[in-house]
């Protein structure tokens, strides 16, 4: 099976620190993304991308960054972080060529910012 | 924004069909139509996905109109654990093929 993995399931940091969420998938899948996703908001999508050393930006990139320098491994970076970026992070990864099977998500990992 | 619209929630009895529509008027011809449900606390998961014609696997069948201006998902014998978040995606053709979730029917399925 694919395995999506985020390397914390709970976080807490700091206003002001910079954050790192580590996301590692092991299918050697061309796309990932990182979403946000908030009650009553839904999931949001942050950025995303198709190669490695490539992004997009998504719908919310305000606040965040990434970093894609192998192809198994897509960062989320806080810069610095703020109370509104507390929310549940998924990172997900898919092929490229569609239709395929779909998109696998990791467990996710619960950022709080106090 | 999200091209797809699903009622909030839904109830289903243990043990019947669960039947969750989806409306995507909206779609264009290379689109297709995926389903993701949600657990609780968990990431999303695929279920099912299809371009026009009715499709079935392990865990759900996809039931699209001719139209494919809606489609239902059917759980043929819902349990306590199918209670969770499904969502209806119509999937954006692009270089990014990224995901756009709507807010999704809450499902609970009730002994």
């Known amino acids: 099976d694919v395995k999506v993995t985020q390397s914390s399931r709970y976080l807490v940091k700091r206003t002001g620190e910079k954050v790192f969420l580590e996301c590692v998938q092991d299918?050697?899948?061309?796309?990932m993304f990182w979403y946000r996703q908030d009650p009553g908001l839904g999931l949001r999508l942050i950025y995303f991308s198709y190669d490695v050393k490539m992004k997009e930006k998504g719908d919310i990139p305000e606040g965040y960054s990434v970093s894609r320098e192998k192809k198994e491994r897509f960062s989320l970076i806080l810069e610095s972080a703020s109370t509104n970026q507390t929310s549940m992070y998924l990172c997900?990864?898919?092929?490229?060529?569609?239709?395929?099977?779909?998109?696998?998500f990791g467990s996710g990992t619960r950022l709080t910012v106090v | 924004d999200a091209k797809t619209t699903q009622p909030t929630s839904m109830d289903c009895a243990e043990g019947r069909a669960a039947n969750l529509p989806c409306n995507h008027s909206t779609i264009s011809g290379n689109e297709y139509v995926y389903w993701y449900r949600q657990i609780h606390s968990q990431g999303p998961q695929y279920i099912i996905h299809?371009?026009?014609n009715n499709e079935t696997n392990e865990m759900a069948s996809l039931i699209i109109t001719e139209d494919r201006k809606s489609s239902t998902l059917i759980l043929p014998h819902a349990t306590l654990r199918d209670t969770a978040v499904y969502y209806c995606i119509v999937r954006i053709y692009n270089q990014g093929g990224k995901l756009i979730f709507g807010q999704g029917t809450e499902l609970s399925v009730k002994p």
């Open positions: 299918m050697d899948h061309e796309n």
């Open positions: 299809g371009l026009k």
């Open positions: 997900a990864s898919s092929l490229v060529v569609p239709p395929n099977y779909g998109y696998t």
